[in-house]
Structure formats: structure tokens, C-alpha cells
Nanobody, 124 residues
Framework: QARLVESGGGSVQPGGSLRLSCAASRSDIETRYMGWFRQAPGKEREGVAGIDLDGSTTYADSVKGRFTISQDNAENTLYLEMNRLSPEDTAIYYC??????????????????WGQGTQVTVSS
């Protein structure tokens, strides 16, 4: 089972930025579709961003143009750069890795492995 450790959450004002990090294993980074999903209080899990083995990325419509997912293979780390944050982005953010052979954005948050999550709060 993957051990994924998120960091980088916090509280920011609307319009601010945060960068989330996820420490993963080399095997996860090299062989599994990885991404981020979030869950706000009283709401269902929502896939935010995914990155495939070839580096291609997929984003939820609600974050396109504001969030960027990337990974550093040398550091075995997944990132989520979040800009122009709004209160609607407030949630716990989870780093996740899908089981092989799943490689699909729709699966983020539905199954696979994820970490303990990191809280992101956007408020004035």
C-alpha cells in the first residue's frame, strides 16, 4: 500500500496562492496515475487534478487555469500549485495514487491510496 504524505496546506485570503506537496515512493511516481482530490464539509469528494505516466494532465473545470499539477521524479514528489484561490476551494486536499492499470481522472477519490490530507482554508 502506498504511503503518501501531503504538506503545504494552510489559510490564505481570496486571491492568494498555495503549493501542496506529496511525498511518494519512486514506484508510485513511475508506475501509477497520480493526482489530487478534495473534500469540503458536507460535500462529496471531487477530483481536482491528475497526471498520467506520460506527463499529460487533467483538471476539474472548476480549477482549470488556476491550479497546476506537476511531479518531480528525482524527488518522488507530487505538487499542486494553486493560484487565485477562492472560498469555494476550501477543503481537505488529498494526494492519491490509482491502482495499476487504472489511469483515469474520474477515478480520483473513488478508490486507490491516499494520504491523511492537508487542510486548505480560503477566507478573508
Amino acid at each position: 500500500q502506498a504511503r503518501l504524505v501531503e504538506s503545504g496546506g494552510g489559510s490564505v485570503q481570496p486571491g492568494g496562492s498555495l503549493r501542496l506537496s506529496c511525498a511518494a515512493s519512486r514506484s508510485d511516481i513511475e508506475t501509477r496515475y497520480m493526482g489530487w482530490f478534495r473534500q469540503a464539509p458536507g460535500k462529496e469528494r471531487e477530483g481536482v487534478a491528475g497526471i498520467d505516466l506520460d506527463g499529460s494532465t487533467t483538471y476539474a473545470d472548476s480549477v482549470k487555469g488556476r491550479f497546476t499539477i506537476s511531479q518531480d521524479n528525482a524527488e518522488n514528489t507530487l505538487y499542486l500549485e494553486m493560484n487565485r484561490l477562492s472560498p469555494e476551494d476550501t477543503a481537505i486536499y488529498y494526494c492519491t495514487a490509482l491502482p495499476v492499470p487504472y489511469r483515469a481522472f474520474w477515478a480520483l477519490g473513488r478508490f486507490g491510496d491516499w494520504g491523511q490530507g492537508t487542510q486548505v482554508t480560503v477566507s478573508s
